[in-house]
């Protein structure tokens, strides 16, 4: 008898070739008909099917034509009043991302993953209702008994409800607890053995409320519809290991990845005749699975349990789809690698060798040595590389002056204006940047053609700039195809994909690099581009631009054989260098963006502070060695730093730049409370929009940060890079802001 059943959480839904993209985007643009777009989206449930068909089961209603949370909305009938008169698919994209109308919810991230979800509109005039039937339908049209509905489990939901505490949706439980039941019985009533109830809810620290509603919620539903399997996945259990296992249901999935730790207490925890689910193969990385780790982790307690599934950690959403379409990548790194196909090739092998079929061998031989050749390959681990991060002290994380005196000294050098105006790094990029850049990398314009398109970007970026009036002036980053691609390009230590694509939200994907070895500069990143930049930009100070070692990090696959904290500080250590030569080079200010660094907290608070202390310190270690008199910037894309002030401060850097203009006055309020010890620029406008601010708009933000934020220290700026914006509303924009600055400088001056 097989002990051993595999099975999957979720599959990637944008389809092998990004079809599923083309499609919404098609159809949003009115080029593709609604019955195309929904052909699509059959053909990959179907091809999505095929691929997981040697499973003992995969989930169904894993598919979504935007969003898995806002298709739960729709379930359970959450639908905000204002797009009630839509219906159908334009009524689901109005809520999605209806701009036109302003209709759109709000995203934001799911966990600390890179995925967006919609946030559900749960208030007091919610009445909750069963609307969809997506879940019944994509049961009915999988006509398998392998398929296993999911959906997301009610104190989940109504946690993601309740964004920042803003709103108590958990309040609702009681309202919406029938209607799962009803789903729940509709699905046994069409023949479902099993349903998947996600609660990565969790993996987070829970509040007692939290915890009560999780009992409550699963008492409620005990009797109702098929077999449950409870999901929990992006971490460890922890101290929430006893109530999971407490909640009467059929079948438990524990993340045995970042939860290896507590497989031993899941086996003793586990009720009597339920089936354990453990995720064994990293649902969110790339990496080829270790067999040996796996069979010594599962053998001893195979024979405890009466029902082990093997699964991926987590869905496979998070994971790119296949290693097929990669032509390109070294055959051996390749070899090193996983993605979601092939992730189920690893389930297929896991339960060959853990049944014991005889013949086998080979399998865990080649898995061995597969990892045999990583481990031992020359690019993996650095000697010099090591010994560096190994010999740094103290001090190398130190500016040699504190700010108090720093700050004398660049005041001194560049004599700015009172309110300095600057951008934050990236001006417009054009179609015809784009297709410059890419018909470069075909091969169809010579290196020498394309550097000097680009040197007359910037020149033109720069003669603008001071036409405008800005008073620190940037290069505009048009060699920059993206943030972390174009400096990954230069260090030893990463790769890239050439279709690894990840959906991040609606039709957006994205494409991360692959580190997976030490991480050192080949050769000067940005110099020339500043200096180039700087000769143009006569007397005005040029500042450099870098993206930090956090975001470098976070927006990549990492390796899983050395810790983020090491790789941080290799990074950090790479930028060093990149630092000291700009410095070298006359460049006086350097920004270095740190716009991840709080979307890479830890999910659980007993780990946050450790990581802060490593993401600040990898911070320090890039932009601590430069002079006093050299100004340091930083950049975040946020201004919900509440939670991370204290590390924000501790970057030390010189001038902050932040996203404050949607929210501004939670934003400046924060300030209030917490008097910022170095410089900020709280962004003035927001650059997320066509719209060009007027003056006193603009003014009227200048003289509200004003009020929270010493004047000596208030810089002004758009409140992010200006690469998404068209040209003439660019410098409509940017004009308006010297205007209302100008204003603002008079002001003060009758006053004085
Ligand atoms: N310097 C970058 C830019 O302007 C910063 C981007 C970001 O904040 N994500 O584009
Ligand atoms: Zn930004």
């Known amino acids: ?101 302003s209709c759109a919810s709000e995203m934001t991230k799911w966990f600390d993953t890179n995925y967006h979800y919609i946030v559900p509109e749960v208030n007091e005039q919610t009445e909750f ?41 958990l309040a609702h439980l009681l309202q919406l607890l029938p209607v ?53 996945y992006f971490g460890e259990l922890g101290e929430n290991l006893e109530l999971f296992f407490n909640l009467p249901v059929d079948g438990y999935h524990i993340d045995a990845v970042e939860g290896v730790g507590e497989v031993g207490e899941a086996v003793n925890k586990l009720p ?26 599962v053998k001893p307690v195979k024979g405890l349990l009466g029902n082990l599934w093997l699964a991926p950690s987590c869905s496979l959403l998070h994971s790119p789809q296949t290693l097929v379409s990669e032509s390109k990548l070294d055959p051996e790194i390749k070899s090193w690698l996983a993605f979601a196909e092939e992730k189920v090739d690893e389930l297929k092998d896991l339960k060959k060798l853990l049944t014991g079929k005889l013949g086998n061998d080979h399998i865990l031989f080649e898995n061995q040595q597969i990892l045999k050749s990583r481990l031992q390959h020359k690019s993996v681990v650095d000697e010099k590389v090591r010994a560096r991060v190994v010999s740094l002290l103290p001090t190398d994380f130190i500016r040699s002056e504190a700010y108090s005196s720093r700050s004398v000294q660049q005041k001194e050098k560049f004599k700015l204006p009172l309110l300095p105006t600057t951008t934050i790094g990236s001006f417009p990029q054009t179609k015809e940047v784009r297709a410059q850049r890419a018909s470069y990398k ?148 350097i920004q270095v963006d740190e716009p991840a660094i709080r979307e ?7 780990q946050k502070e450790s990581y802060l202390k490593w993401a600040v310190d990898s911070f320090r270690l890039s932009t601590a060695a430069v002079k006093s008199s050299t100004q ?30 949607r929210s501004q006055q939670s934003l400046l309020e924060v300030f209030e409370r917490f008097r910022y010890p170095n410089e900020i620029g709280p962004g003035v406008y927001d650059i997320h929009s066509p719209r060009v601010p007027s003056v006193d708009e603009i003014s ?32 409509l924009a940017l004009e308006n802001m010297v205007t209302a600055v100008k204003l603002v400088r008079e002001e003060l001056l009758v006053l004085a």
């Open 272 to 297: 009597q005749g339920a089936v354990l689910s453990l995720g064994v193969v990293d649902g969110r990385n790339v990496w080829r699975s270790d067999y040996q780790k796996i069979i010594d982790l």
């Open 442 to 589: 075909k091969g169809n314009l010579k290196q020498e053609q394309y550097v000097d398109f680009l040197v007359n970007e910037v020149k033109q970026t720069v003669e603008l700039q001071k036409e405008i009036g800005l008073d620190v002036l940037v290069h505009g980053e048009p060699e920059r195809n993206d943030m972390v691609e174009y400096f990954g390009e230069f260090l030893n230590g990463y790769v890239f994909t050439e279709n690894a694509w990840v959906q991040s939200y609606g039709s957006r994907c994205v494409k991360p690099p692959i580190i997976y070895g030490d991480v050192s500069r080949k050769q000067a990143m940005t110099v020339t581009w500043s200096q180039i930049a700087q000769q143009f930009a006569d007397t005005k100070p040029m500042k450099g631009m870098l993206t930090g070692p956090i975001t470098m990090l976070k927006w990549s696959f990492v390796r899983d054989d050395l810790g983020s904290k090491d790789v941080a500080l290799q990074i950090g250590l790479a930028l060093r260098e990149e630092v000291l030569d700009l410095e070298e080079a006359g460049i006086a200010m």
């Open 129 to 169: 209702k069963l609307s969809s039937t997506k879940v019944f339908d994509e049961y009915l049209e999988a006509e398998s008994s392998k398929a296993r509905p999911v959906i997301i489990g009610p104190v989940t939901y109504l946690t993601l409800a309740s964004q920042q505490g803003k709103y108590d949706a």
């Open 1 to 101: 008898m097989d002990s051993i059943k595999i099975h999957s959480l979720g599959f990637p839904r944008i389809g092998a070739n990004r079809e599923l993209k083309k499609a919404q985007e098609g159809y949003w643009k009115k080029l593709v008909t609604q019955e195309d777009l929904i052909a699509t989206g059959k053909d990959i449930r179907k091809k999505n099917r095929k691929l997981q068909q040697d499973l003992d089961f995969y989930a169904v209603n894993d598919f979504s034509f935007y969003d898995q949370v806002l298709d739960m909305s729709f379930l359970l009938g959450v639908i905000p009043e204002r797009v009630i008169e839509k219906s159908g698919l334009d009524q689901y994209f109005s809520v999605a991302r209806g701009s036109s109308c």
């Open 600 to 606: 890479a907290l830890p999910l659980k608070n007993s």
């Open 700 to 731: 009227e933000n200048i003289r509200a940060a004003c009020k929270y934020i010493d004047i000596e220290r208030v810089w002004v700026n758009p409140d992010c890079g200006l690469k998404t914006r068209d040209w003439p509303e660019t410098k």
């Open 180 to 232: 799962y039941a009803e789903i729940l019985e509709k699905l046994a009533d069409l023949g479902a053995e099993w349903v998947q109830i996600d609660e990565p809810i969790f993996s987070t620290d829970l509040s007692n409320e939290q915890k009560r509603a999780l009992s409550h919620s699963y008492v409620y539903l005990r009797d109702k519809g098929p077999k449950k399997l409870l999901t929990n």
């Open 632 to 661: 340091i910037h930083t950049h975040m894309c946020y201004s919900d730093f509440n939670e991370i002030i204290d590390a924000i401060a501790a970057l030390d850097a010189d001038v902050i730049s932040v996203e404050t203009s």
